[in-house]
């Protein structure tokens, strides 16, 4: 039997490496928004990972949203990992834009709306409100806002991990095997007339 050299096993020709990896990185998906189409039922990640969308009420698809939704890339492509912005390993891009001071807002509501969550009496740990402005008196920017829609997943997170969702949903419950911040990215954000509500995806098989 001949002898193959290393260099001529393919185990995946569009793997890292290949002319093909390179022209895929290279020409990162536009986010669908901007191309006038619906958000996808999956997305491909910057580092080839495929995450499919967290269900979403019908009220809350973006193209029913009051005005332009903010959008979150690196280096051009759609999506950020939520571990990525809470680490601080991240910058998206154009990372100082004001994303509020032309609303004129002092504060605003951001919902995650997670499917299966169930809220206790007292509080809802999917939502809250909070300034547009960071520090006091800088309008918060793209790369702040990414950071507070964060820290709501990490915080509900923490809240619902193991614990139960409602009949249907349990695929997309909290824990370290099914969902968690790891796995977690966020798109873009839309304001549906009084609540911001993120695009989120989730790697789950």
Sequence with gaps: MAYMQPNQSIVNSGGAGSPGHYAWQANPAP????????????????????????????????????????????????????????????????????????????????????????????????????????NGNIPMTRQGFAKVIAELIQDLYHCAKDKPVARGWEDWGFSENKVNLSKVFILSAHYYRNVWVPELYVDIP
């Design 31 to 134: 986010h669908p928004l901007t191309i006038g189409t619906e958000m996808p039922l999956y997305w491909d990640t910057s580092n080839g990972r495929q995450v499919k969308r967290v269900p979403r009420l019908r009220e809350f698809t973006p193209s029913q949203g009051s005005f332009p939704g903010i959008l979150f890339s690196v280096n051009g492509w759609g999506g950020v990992s939520v571990t990525d912005i809470l680490t601080r390993q991240t910058v998206v891009d154009y990372p100082t834009d004001m994303v509020f001071a032309h609303h004129g807002w002092r504060t605003t509501t951001l919902a995650l709306n997670w499917p299966g969550y169930i809220p206790n009496r007292s509080s809802d740990a999917s939502r809250r409100r909070f300034s547009t402005y960071m």
